[in-house]
């Protein structure tokens, strides 16, 4: 059955309401299935290549089907998994792989398993590059997580999902994590250009009631380094035919709802 999408959106100016085609998601959904039944068969070349395809699919719900194979009884299968989940780049991915280097003992596996969960930190974490000549807004970044899960499941897919929307536009550059108001004020006060934010984003823990997935990121904005607060943005996103647990798709909810929280903050900058 596919799954439909009702994305309502809370802005400072209005309420608007959004429906999201199901048959694009539920079509991506069907092959990265596929991929998850090849990767729980019996040959191991067609293992590898679930495993390998299923890494490049860009789907967070490949990391589900990868991460209960980094216990496969075959080493290259391992291998190709690990390299997967290192390509895919999803944060939620890395739990898995921390947990399977404490127990890896081949060391080819061990060695993949690290190399992933470096690049995974690398593309989730690192320092974004420093505002340029035509930067024009600053924005710091910092995720409460309210959601019940562990923090390295949330705050790293949440910020790396602010951080990309953030910098797709131009004229935005994203302060590093971490970053003291200090350090902030001197980037900023150090311009007569650029203008700074402030946003935190609160995870509220997910709810499922009637057979669906309700969840909710409260976005706040505030002056930087200053931290006054500006006003706040909380996309609410309901997913039917989800009458049970499914943290895969919690995670494209959450990211769903920053994306569009970002969407409405940047509207609005563009309007002061």
Do not use: H
Not at 13 to 32: E, H
Not at 47 to 73: F, H, M, N
Not at 145 to 163: C, D, I, L, T, Y
Request: proline share 6%; hydrophobic share 40%; glycine share 8%.
């Amino acid at each position: 059955m596919s799954r439909s999408v009702l994305v309502f959106v809370w802005s400072l100016a209005a309420l608007m309401p959004m429906l999201i085609p199901g048959s694009a998601f539920a079509q991506k959904a069907a092959n990265v299935s596929q991929l998850a039944q090849q990767l729980r068969g019996t040959d191991d070349r067609v293992r590898t290549q679930a495993a390998l395809a299923l890494g490049a699919s860009g789907d967070e719900a490949a990391v589900k089907p990868l991460c209960d194979s980094l216990g496969d009884s075959n080493t290259t299968v391992k291998v190709a998994v690990a390299a997967a989940l290192g390509k895919l780049g999803k944060p939620s991915g890395l739990p898995c792989l921390q947990k399977a280097e404490s127990k890896e003992s081949v060391a080819s596996v061990k060695a993949q398993i690290q190399k992933s969960i470096a690049s995974i930190k690398a593309g989730g974490g690192s320092a974004p590059a420093p505002p340029g000549p035509d930067t024009k807004f600053y924005v710091a970044i910092e995720i409460s997580n309210k959601s019940g899960r562990p923090e390295a499941e949330v705050e790293p897919m949440v910020r790396a999902a602010m951080q990309s929307k953030v910098l797709a536009k131009a004229g935005y550059a994203v302060a590093p994590k971490g970053e003291t108001l200090a350090q902030g004020g001197k980037v900023v006060n150090g311009s007569k250009k650029l203008k700074g934010f402030y946003l935190i984003a609160t995870v509220e823990p997910p709810i499922y009631a009637g057979g669906n997935l309700t969840q909710v990121v409260r976005v706040s904005m505030w002056t930087y380094p200053g931290k006054a607060l500006q006003g706040e943005f909380a996309p609410k996103l309901t997913q039917s035919d989800t009458p049970k647990t499914d943290k895969e798709s919690e995670n494209v909810l959450m990211k769903m709802c920053v994306e569009n929280a970002i969407e409405t903050f940047q509207k609005v900058v563009a309007s002061l």
